[in-house]
């Protein structure tokens, strides 16, 4: 769609691709220490608006967990200029339309629009960043919805009830320790203090960046954000996180009951944070073990010996050190320790005779499809962006990540599966019908 | 923000858009079109923002074929995959997985199809596995077997969530003996009874050129690509066998209301729908279906949305869809809500549906639907393979580029009288057929004041 570009290409070499690059992303800085990222795209007559605000479950405490996806959902019920329901009324008139997640680290808003209502939307994120009121009987009601949101949550995957009794049992001291939907007698007596504290404290120009992408123009973007947005005072820094977990010294294991057909087992090993010099090794040796067919974990439990139904790993971007995730539903009639054990006996193989040059080949080869796939949209481009200049420090490390996979070696992802995978840094979880025996 | 798309939802508009105040409207990039000897229709769209190419193909091998043998149609989809004339099964597996190429192939209702997203460089290496896939597979048996039971399994698990399994037990109640009604998925019994032999048998009737098409978009040169296409499926032999079209059979019209209350004993919400008979995909009102649809369920302050989760908190999303096929199709609300408040949204969401005939909507919130639809309108075909697939989409129901660069005209030409009858034709006041997902014996009493109650267990 991107015809004038393509005209332009026609002149250069075929190898030679529109190829998104780091001077594609713009950037600047409002006086109230807001930051903005921008890439100018005219493949189609939308852009998008994502939000990231340094603000997640990890920044919750004990009597106030769930709060801050709590706090997401009261963004969208009313302010100043635009009252309860109106957020979403106007930008859907305009032909806008919006999202938000929290994980334990961000919570982040997103607003998809045609091109032409982009002032509309700037002045709906001003109105609730600088005078969001929360109105007590909308807590009320968006407390059922919250509540509804947990329950069909677990209703409707026993993955999260396991996940949950692991996080709890790997993480003893950090916050990381419960849900990001937080507790269910917390969900039931958050008060107006605590949420109004919550706006004031994390809901700062400073605390927040902005990514744009779409059919606009740079100066158009510093023009709106200095109308809209720089007119909000500043705020002190948010008090920081300063719980560290301590060293896990011996294998943690915990139990749940619950009618499946097949136990669930998930594994979680701590692994350091996305800026830790061995993200990228780690990040590797996860795709070997589960990306693909081919891959170490399915080819062997999955299509060789049948004891899985399916298999994933997880190690994701995090400002803490988190966990190293194994999701494993088993098969019929499969004793849940062996399949345990068949998975240690696949890390011990890569602990002890590495992988091959050619594995490692084929995970960056994938890396770099990775990278086409999200730069194709605008939405991509944004979130990816906002994620790397968050977790990374730099959104340019985005455009450097290809390089870097580049440089890890089988011996970096030996040295890693030695580091990290050990019986005492590990807790597994099972979930099952019957826990008695 | 994982990419997760799946080929050809059947396309579920709850989630359309685009804006009416935007200048430029939105066009289809140019292709081209051309059938071979044996009746394969090719599409080309050259795009080259990113160094990728997509291909989808689309073929009549859905699970209305399936016959007695529910699931038959999906697991030939999935034995495709396990080794060809030239390739065993691992090394498919491998070549793909080493250059990141994906492929996947699934069986719908009506059709399967095959999907294949890669880099450019790897065209000549994936696309001759591609045609292998669809011309040359073997059928091993000892991979049928692993298949089978894999599929056995996850029907299972399926139960464990009921936003999995309801879809399933709505088409059994609306569309009857209507093929329409037949599970992709399948029953334990009917998995049970499939062999080998059905797979090939079902292979050789209904995965054949002259019924089916492929498209490919993306980051190549048309002349080289038409080329290419030619000589790996210009020898594909026609079918023999002549497909009737068994979902062309009419619909029967539900004269009463009926409930199927599913017991899931540790149930702690209902999960439930409320339907009707819906439109096919070629209705000439589709466009205006999609309009009203978006202000009545489809976004989040459609009507639905606004009383049963912003009003009164009672779920955490409310909304409808009308799910379109060849020859049909079906309309639904869905939700879910606590136990103790199943009753008061269900007569919530009916009361809603009330509103929309004798009420009507308001000239504000017709506009207002309108420029959503427009507005979120693009992203829809961004990618290379939002592109493949929607010309393969073309090509199934019989419709054109129009539906795409006319869609801004047809969106505004939709007039508030209009928007009544749409209303008035299309969606259901009564006779609705009800499924409830939830703890039978807190809600089996208020479940007969819908209608017919017939009660099952989840487990069965």
């Known amino acids: ?437 | 923000m994982k990419e997760m798309k799946k080929l050809l939802v059947l396309i579920c508009f709850t989630v359309l858009t685009y804006s009416g105040m935007s200048a430029q409207s939105y066009k289809l990039p140019e292709f081209t079109k051309f059938k071979l000897d044996n009746g394969l229709t090719i599409y080309l769209m050259e795009q080259h923002d990113v160094p990728l190419i997509s291909i989808s193909a689309i073929l009549p091998a859905g699970a209305i074929y399936d016959g007695d043998k529910s699931g038959l149609a999906r697991l030939t989809a999935l034995s495709l995959k396990h080794g060809t004339k030239n390739f065993t099964k691992s090394k498919i597996d491998e070549t793909l997985d080493f250059i990141g190429a994906g492929v996947n192939v699934s069986a719908s209702k009506e059709y399967a199809t095959l999907s294949s997203k890669f880099a450019t460089k790897d065209k000549n290496s994936v696309m001759t596995i591609v045609k292998e896939l669809l011309r040359e597979p073997i059928f091993d048996e000892s991979e049928f077997d692993k298949e089978k039971s894999r599929a056995l399994v996850e029907l299972e698990t399926a139960k464990e969530s009921p936003k999995s399994v309801i879809g399933d037990y709505f088409d059994k109640l609306l569309f009857g003996d209507h093929v329409y009604s037949n599970s992709i998925s399948g029953t334990k019994e009917s998995l049970e009874s499939i062999t080998i032999n059905d797979i090939k048998n079902f292979y050789n009737t209904n995965f054949t050129p002259n019924n089916a098409a492929i498209s490919i978009a993306g980051d190549f040169n048309s002349d080289e690509m038409k080329e290419i296409i030619t000589s790996l499926f210009s020898d594909w032999k026609k079918g023999t066998s002549i497909l009737n079209n068994l979902a062309s059979q009419p619909i029967i019209k539900l004269l009463s209301g009926q409930v199927l209350l599913v017991n899931k004993d540790d149930a702690n919400e209902t999960t439930f729908y409320i339907g009707a008979p819906g439109v096919s995909r070629n209705n000439k009102d589709i466009v205006a279906i999609q309009v009203v649809n978006t202000l009545f369920g489809g976004r989040f302050t459609s009507m639905l949305n606004e009383e049963l989760r912003i009003n009164s908190g009672l779920t955490y999303g409310a909304g409808s869809r009308f799910r379109y096929y060849k020859n049909g199709g079906a309309f639904y609300i869905n939700t879910f809500t606590a136990n103790e408040t199943t009753e008061q949204a269900i007569d919530l969401a009916l009361e809603v549906t009330n509103r929309l005939h004798t009420k009507g909507i308001d000239e504000k919130s017709l506009s207002s639907a309108k420029n959503y639809i427009k507005g979120q309108f693009p992203p829809r075909y961004e990618t290379v393979n939002q592109l493949s697939d929607f010309l393969i989409e073309m090509f199934w129901y019989d419709f054109d580029e129009n539906y795409i660069n006319d869609f801004e005209k047809n969106v505004d030409g939709l007039t508030l009288e209009k928007a009544k009858k749409i209303i008035n034709t299309y969606f259901p006041k009564d006779n609705y057929q009800i499924v409830l997902i939830g703890k039978a014996s807190e809600i089996e009493k208020i479940a007969v004041k819908y209608g017919t109650v017939k009660q099952v267990d989840i487990k069965d």
């Open chain 1, 1 to 437: 769609m991107k015809k004038l570009i393509l005209l332009l290409l026609l002149f250069f070499n075929a190898l030679t691709y529109a190829q998104m690059t780091a001077e594609d992303v713009k950037t600047f800085t409002l006086k109230n220490g807001m930051k903005f990222l921008v890439v100018e795209d005219f493949s189609i007559p939308n852009a998008n608006m994502y939000l990231f605000y340094k603000v997640g479950s990890r920044n919750e405490y004990q009597g106030i967990t769930g709060l801050s996806h709590f706090f997401e959902h009261m963004m969208f019920n009313g302010a100043k200029k635009y009252g309860p329901k109106i957020f979403d009324q106007v930008m859907e008139f305009n032909g806008g339309a919006n999202n938000a997640y929290t994980t334990q680290d961000l919570t982040v808003y997103s607003n998809w629009f045609p091109i032409s209502s982009t002032e509309v939307i700037f002045d709906l994120e001003a109105d609730r960043i600088s005078s969001l009121s929360i109105d007590p009987k909308m807590v009320e009601s968006e407390r059922g919805v919250v509540l509804s949101e947990r329950r069909t949550g677990l209703e409707n995957s026993p993955w999260r009830n396991i996940i949950q009794a692991v996080q709890a049992a790997a993480f003893i001291e950090h916050p990381y320790h419960w849900p990001v939907i937080g507790y269910e007698d917390d969900m039931k007596n958050w008060t107006q203090e605590d949420l109004e504290r919550y706006f004031k404290t994390y809901y700062a120009p400073n605390n927040c960046v902005v990514v744009i992408s779409g059919a606009i123009k740079l100066e158009k973007v510093k023009e709106l954000a200095i109308k809209y947005l720089e007119p909000i005072s500043i705020q002190p820094a948010p008090p920081i996180v300063y719980n560290k977990e301590p060293e896990q010294n011996g294998e943690r294991r915990v139990s749940v009951q619950k009618d499946v057909a097949n136990p669930y087992l998930v594994i979680g090993y701590h692994v350091p944070e996305a800026q830790n010099e061995d993200y990228y090794a780690l990040s590797i040796l996860s795709s070997i073990l589960s990306s693909g067919k081919s891959s170490r974990l399915y080819a062997s439990l999955v299509d060789e010996k049948q004891l899985a139904t399916a298999i994933y790993t997880d190690y994701s971007e995090s400002f803490d050190p988190n966990l190293f995730y194994f999701y494993i539903s088993a098969n019929n009639d499969v004793n849940e320790t062996d399949l345990e054990n068949a998975i240690y006996q696949e890390l011990n193989k890569i602990k002890n005779q590495g992988i091959t040059e050619k594995e490692l080949q084929k995970i960056k080869n994938q890396k770099l499809i990775e990278f086409y796939n999200q730069i194709e949209t605008i939405n991509g481009k944004s979130n990816n962006i906002g994620t790397y200049e968050l977790f990374f420090g730099d959104y340019k490390k985005m455009f450097q990540a290809p390089e870097n996979f580049d440089k890890v070696t089988v011996e970096d992802v030996k040295r890693v599966a030695n580091k990290y995978f050990t019986k005492s840094n590990r807790t597994v979880g099972v979930l099952k019908t019957n826990v008695e025996e």
